[in-house]
């Protein structure tokens, strides 16, 4: 069983930064794409930022150019690097570990447990 470990959530003020970071108890370093997702209270979850294997990322809508994900593989570790929060960026961000095997039906998906970012005006 993958675990996944989220940390650096907190307070802070608009226009502030927190660095998230999610250590994985697996190897990340092939056929896995590691994510992170947020929810907020009543609110459907939604993809913050993805890397794949070979490095690429994506993010979600109006979060590039103020997020960065990055990764450590020697680690099994990924970051968010969020700047210039926003009010609307508050929410309860969680990594997300997806593995990917040559038969589909094995794929796997892993949840942390959550960090808590709070952002005020």
């Known amino acids: 069983q993958v675990q996944l470990v989220e940390s650096g959530g907190g307070l802070v003020q608009a226009g502030g930064s927190l660095r998230l970071s999610c250590v994985a108890s697996?190897?990340?370093?092939?056929?896995?794409?590691m994510g992170w997702y947020r929810q907020a209270p009543g609110k459907q979850r939604e993809l913050v930022a993805e890397i794949g294997s070979g490095g690429s990322t994506k993010y979600g809508d109006s979060i590039y150019g103020r997020f960065t994900m990055s990764r450590d593989v020697s680690k099994s570790t990924v970051y968010l690097q969020m700047n210039n929060l926003k009010p609307d960026d508050t929410a309860v961000y969680y990594c997300n570990l997806k593995s990917w095997a040559l038969n589909s039906k094995y794929d796997r998906s892993y949840w942390g447990q959550g960090t808590q970012v709070t952002v005020s005006s």
């Open positions: 697996a190897d990340i370093s092939s056929r896995v794409t």
